[in-house]
Nanobody, 117 residues
Framework: QVQLVESGGGLVQPGGSLRLSCAAS????????MVWYRQAPGKQREMVAG???????NYSDSVKGRFTISRDNAKNTLYLQMNSLKPEDTAVYYC???????????WGQGTQVTVSS
């Protein structure tokens, strides 16, 4: 079973930036469609950004133009650069492999992002 470990969250002021990382175990990371999700208090988990094994990217409308997803297959790591952060970006952020809109692995602990002045 692949293990996912998210890191990089924290408290940031509106307009600030953070870079999240997601480290995955195993040897097949490079083949996966990987997705960043987030879950705000009282809300359902939602997709934020996804990246295929060959570099195709998609973003949710709410983060397009502000967030950038990337990956380093040699390090089995997925990244999310978040700029121009807004209070509504406050959530716990998770990563996972996705197939047909279904997360495939056990969820990691996530990383908390809080945007507040």
């Amino acid at each position: 079973q692949v293990q996912l470990v998210e890191s990089g969250g924290g408290l940031v002021q509106p307009g600030g930036s953070l870079r999240l990382s997601c480290a995955a175990s195993g040897s097949s990371f490079r083949l996966y469609y990987m997705v960043w999700y987030r879950q705000a208090p009282g809300k359902q988990r939602e997709m934020v950004a996804g990246m295929t094994s060959d570099g195709k990217i998609n973003y949710s409308d709410s983060v397009k133009g502000r967030f950038t997803i990337s990956r380093d297959n040699a390090k089995n790591t997925l990244y999310l650069q978040m700029n121009s952060l807004k209070p509504e970006d406050t959530a716990v952020y998770y990563c996972n492999r996705e197939i047909s809109r279904t997360p495939m692995f056990r969820w990691g602990q996530g990383t908390q992002v809080t945007v507040s002045s």
